[in-house]
């Protein structure tokens, strides 16, 4: 009931510094053409991972074109193939690339999905038991289908009840793939976004409001309300989400608006748009993602009794950058 209260505190907050059409107006304006807001997939997109020698002490190339890439395309692809595929890699990528310690939820360290963690990174698999993380006496219990079950997790961004902008990078690394299926989805939402709003103003705008998106977490029913997309210190923060975690709001204000976003959104993340991307990740390969700034899903996938498709994940406050905090 505190937690509810205190949303709802927050979006009382929130409605008090509306965005005004002119207010996008003037962030459209100022939007570079090589930005991310520009970014087409289908035409910029190296599909060509960063390969990382982590025998080596010198990462400083590596890092600075996976930060060129993170902050133009929102995601950066690498390749770690050619050493032992495990946590550590992630930990080496956080040093590297001075994201600090990986974020866990509160209500996740209370819980049996602790269980899904190993030094703060999330493993995820349909075949995940006790055994695979050293506990074989744990039984793993969790609605969360996307962390234990072979299902597809639909466009989402990670932080299900954080604070739009909040979480802004997730890293996923592939240990197996499946059989088959489970490629990683990037839809680019903030260029969709712009391109609305180019368009269609008044519809682009009702994505601003605070009460358009409904994310809950499944295990403990706790829920948050905010906006799909927040311009703020003219910049654009992304939360929109299609996933089981996301409701949207029809019922609230300038319904016609609403529903028009809404529309021209999920037509802009059909397969062969150019907002979208798709790639089946390989042993060893992973993504590290602008989670503020684009959306993330995969497809369902098989398994097999001898090939179980397992990934880490873990998700930080901090943007990749270099020790002086450039990019």
């Given at each position: 009931m505190i937690r509810r209260l205190l949303y709802l505190f927050l979006i009382g907050l929130?409605?008090?510094?509306?965005?005004?059409?002119e207010d996008l107006?003037?962030?459209l304006k100022g939007i570079s053409p090589k930005s991310i807001y520009r970014c087409r997939f289908g035409e910029v997109v190296s599909e060509s991972?960063?390969?990382i020698d982590f025998d080596s002490n010198d990462f400083q190339e590596e890092a600075r074109e996976i930060i060129r890439r993170y902050v133009n395309q929102g995601f950066a692809l690498f390749d770690s193939r050619s050493c032992e595929i495990n946590v550590d890699i992630i930990k080496t990528l956080e040093s590297i690339l001075c994201l600090g310690e990986p974020y866990i939820p509160c209500r996740y360290k209370g819980?049996?999905?602790?269980?899904?963690y190993s030094?703060?990174?999330?493993?995820?698999?349909?075949?995940?038991n006790g055994k695979m993380i050293n506990q074989p006496n744990t039984v793993i219990q969790t609605k969360l289908h996307a962390f234990t079950?072979?299902?597809?997790?639909?466009?989402?961004?990670?932080?299900?009840?954080?604070?739009?902008?909040s979480i802004k990078t997730s890293i996923l690394l592939c240990v197996n793939p499946a059989i088959s299926g489970g490629e990683s989805i990037i839809f680019n939402s903030v260029a969709a976004f712009v391109e609305l709003a180019e368009q269609d103003m008044e519809a682009a705008i009702s994505l601003l409001d605070c009460m358009c998106l409904k994310r809950e977490n499944l295990d403990c029913g706790d829920f948050a309300f905010g906006p799909a997309f927040l311009l703020r210190n003219n910049d654009l923060f992304t939360r929109y989400s299609i996933d089981v975690t996301s409701s949207w709001n029809y019922d609230f204000k300038d319904c016609s608006h609403f529903k028009r976003a809404c529309e021209y959104l999920k037509e802009k993340t059909k397969s062969g748009s150019s907002f979208l991307f798709e790639k089946r990740l390989l042993s060893g390969q992973g993504i590290i993602i602008a989670n503020d700034k684009v959306s993330h899903g995969r497809k369902i996938y098989v398994d097999s009794s001898g090939q179980t498709r397992t990934f880490l994940r873990s998700i930080y406050y901090s943007q990749p950058h270099f020790d002086n905090g450039s990019w």
């Open positions: 929130m409605i008090d510094n509306l965005i005004t059409k107006i003037a962030f991972p960063v390969e819980s049996n999905i602790i269980n899904l030094k703060g990174v999330n493993i995820i698999s349909s075949h995940l079950t072979a299902s597809e997790q639909n466009l989402h961004v990670d932080g299900t009840l954080e604070a739009i902008g």
